[in-house]
């Protein structure tokens, strides 16, 4: 059974920055072949598309809200995306989902067939 494990998040001061991790998890899994979306979900608000990367790394997209703050990559030797946030605002402040699948329109949709547990970042002073 895959899994992706989330790491990193938490609680940061307006300005901060944080880097997430979304690791695979599974026997022979290679997650060279998996477009991977980053998400969030704000209280009382739709989970968004944050970021996303091509399987190769080559192709990146962002979500104007944190374009030339956040950056999306990924180590597929590791099996392993990342994405670094800085100069992080209070409406940041929301559960970070990392994604992936190989059809890429099915993840950008948000019907992603592999996900993250969840990570809350707060940015609050």
């Known amino acids: 059974q895959l899994q992706l494990v989330q790491s990193g998040g938490g609680l940061v001061q307006p300005g901060g920055s944080l880097r997430l991790s979304c690791a695979a998890s599974?026997?022979?899994?290679?997650?060279?072949?998996?477009?991977v979306g980053w998400f969030r979900q704000a209280p009382g608000k739709e989970r968004e598309e944050v970021s996303c990367?091509?399987?190769?790394?080559?192709?990146?997209t962002y979500a104007d809200s944190v374009k030339g703050r956040f950056t999306v990559s990924r180590d597929n030797a590791k099996n392993t995306a990342y994405l670094q946030m800085t100069n992080l605002k209070p409406e940041d402040t929301a559960v970070y989902y990392c994604?992936?699948?190989?059809?890429?329109?099915?993840?950008?949709?948000?019907?992603?067939?592999?996900w993250g547990q969840g990570t809350q970042v707060t940015v609050s002073s």
């Open positions: 994604a992936a699948d190989s059809i890429t329109i099915r993840l950008r949709n948000g019907n992603a067939i592999y």
């Open positions: 599974a026997d022979g899994f290679t997650l060279d072949y998996y477009t």
């Open positions: 990367i091509s399987s190769s790394g080559g192709s990146t």
